[in-house]
T-cell receptor, first 112, second 107 residues
């Protein structure tokens, strides 16, 4: 099993540009989560899906952030337009109901 | 808001047992107690979880108080590779992380 796969591993972009982060969950998992981690705020839950349906997006910072899960094997987190304060490590995690989460290696986003 | 309370940091000596405490006084009957750890420059890693009974796996043991308002993660013999931030989390549907406990292991 390859685990949760995130791409890219690193992204450097200029302020105002669109950024798309990608996640492939573990096959068969029915939950998918997007987290953001910064030194100041720690690990924040942004949004999670159950069976491809968004359940709770109350952690999404503002309308510049959007997430989709078009099928069980793929999810995206998009930031448009990006701002320097969006710089963080973004983690995707997946799980099966009743079991622990498996996290990806994260995408380190730097907005200059 | 995080539903758990953990000490900010703890220290241990290598090859000694470590007991990491967690308070979750507002736990509900359906909340599972999960523990994760995050090594430097890595994503969080699942350690163990339980509901009411104590649990053991190859990584650690989880001791859950009878009233479920607290739990303890036990590393039986700490190694330098166990130095990490340890998170205790309650899971019903989602999981929101607190600040965790930073464990330092001294050789």
């Amino acid at each position: 099993d390859a685990g949760v796969i995130q791409s890219p591993r690193h992204e450097v972009t200029e302020m105002g540009q669109e950024v798309t982060l990608r996640c492939k969950p573990i096959s068969g998992h029915d939950y998918l989560f997007w987290y953001r981690q910064t030194m100041m705020r720690g690990l924040e839950l942004l949004i999670y899906f159950n069976n491809n349906v968004p359940i709770d997006d109350s952690g999404m910072p503002e309308d510049r952030f959007s997430a989709k899960m078009p099928n069980a094997s793929f999810s995206t987190l998009k930031i448009q337009p990006s701002e320097p304060r969006d710089s963080a490590v973004y983690f995707c995690a997946s799980s099966l109901t009743g079991f622990g989460y498996t996290f990806g290696s994260g995408t380190r986003l730097t907005v200059v | 808001d995080a539903k758990t309370t953990q000490p900010n940091s703890m220290e241990s000596n290598e090859e000694e047992p470590v007991h990491l405490p967690c308070n979750h006084s507002t736990i509900s009957g359906t909340d599972y107690i999960h523990w994760y750890r995050q090594l430097p420059s890595q994503g969080p890693e699942y350690v163990i979880h339980g509901l009411t009974s104590n649990v053991n796996n190859r990584m650690a043991s989880l001791a859950i108080a009878e009233d479920r308002k607290s739990s303890t993660l036990i590393l039986h013999r700490a190694t330098l590779r166990d130095a990490a931030v340890y998170y205790c989390i309650l899971r019903d549907n989602d999981m929101r992380f607190g600040a965790g406990t930073r464990l330092t292991v001294k050789p």
